[in-house]
T-cell receptor, first 117, second 110 residues
C-alpha cells in the first residue's frame, strides 16, 4: 500500500559510475518531483514533471537526467557520479500542478541515500 | 538572504511545554505556506497548511503574517513524540516551485 516508493533505499558507488533511482506513485497524482537533501539537511527541488512534461528544471548539472515514462513514474539517472552528489534523494508527488491558489500536499517517498566513494 | 529562513535550533523543551517556531520568507508574492515535519532519517510529511486567517489542529496552531512575511508554528503541551525537525515551506507565486526552509529541530524531554 506504499503511496510513493523509491528504489533502491541505499546506493553506494564509486566516483565516475552511472546510476539510476526509480520512483513510483500509486496515488493517481499528476505531478512528481525530485528533491536533494544534503548533509546540512537542506531540501532542494531538482525537477518537477506534470503529466510526463518537465515543468521545473533547477540549476542541476546535466549529469542528472530525469525520465518519466508515464505519470506514475519519475526516474532519476545520474552520470559520472561525483563526491558532492552524496545526499538523500527524495521523490514526491502531488495531485496537480501547484498553482497560486492551490494547497496541494506533496507526498514524499522514503528517500534514497546515495553515497559516492 | 535565503528565500526561506528558520532558526535551526535545536529547541530543547520538557514535556508539556509550549514552544513556538518562526519562519521568514523573502518573496512577498508567495502564495501558499505549509509546515512539514521530518523525523530522523525519514521523509518529510505535511503537518499543516497555513491559512491567512491562521488555523489550528489540535495542539498545533499556525499563523501567517503577510505584512512582515513570516509564518509561525505553536505547539502546546509538547509530547515526546513531537521531537522532530519542522520544515517551513513556501510556494512561490507562479506556483511551480516549492521552497523548503532548512528546518528547526525540536527535542522534547521527559
Amino acid at each position: 500500500d506504499t503511496a510513493v516508493s523509491q528504489t533502491p533505499k541505499y546506493l553506494v558507488t564509486q566516483m565516475g559510475n552511472d546510476k539510476s533511482i526509480k520512483c513510483e506513485q500509486n496515488l493517481g497524482h499528476d505531478t512528481m518531483y525530485w528533491y536533494k537533501q544534503d548533509s546540512k539537511k537542506f531540501l532542494k527541488i531538482m525537477f518537477s514533471y506534470n503529466n510526463k512534461e518537465l515543468i521545473i528544471n533547477e540549476t542541476v548539472p546535466n549529469r542528472f537526467s530525469p525520465k518519466s515514462p508515464d505519470k506514475a513514474h519519475l526516474n532519476l539517472h545520474i552520470n559520472s557520479l561525483e563526491l558532492g552528489d552524496s545526499a538523500v534523494y527524495f521523490c514526491a508527488s502531488s495531485p496537480s500542478r501547484l498553482t497560486e491558489s492551490s494547497y496541494n500536499e506533496q507526498f514524499f517517498g522514503p528517500g534514497t541515500r546515495l553515497t559516492v566513494l | 538572504r535565503k528565500e526561506v529562513e528558520q532558526d535551526p535550533g535545536p529547541f530543547n523543551v520538557p514535556e508539556g511545554a509550549t514552544v513556538a517556531f518562526n519562519c521568514t520568507y523573502s518573496n512577498s508574492a508567495s502564495q501558499s505556506f505549509f509546515w512539514y515535519r521530518q523525523d530522523c532519517r525519514k521523509e518529510p510529511k505535511l503537518l499543516m497548511s497555513v491559512y491567512s486567517s491562521g488555523n489550528e489542529d489540535g495542539r498545533f496552531t499556525a499563523q501567517l503574517n503577510r505584512a512582515s512575511q513570516y509564518i509561525s508554528l505553536l505547539i502546546r503541551d509538547s509530547k515526546l513524540s513531537d521531537s522532530a525537525t519542522y520544515l517551513c515551506v513556501v510556494n512561490k507565486a507562479g506556483g511551480f516551485k516549492t521552497i523548503f526552509g532548512a528546518g528547526t529541530r525540536l527535542f522534547v524531554k521527559a
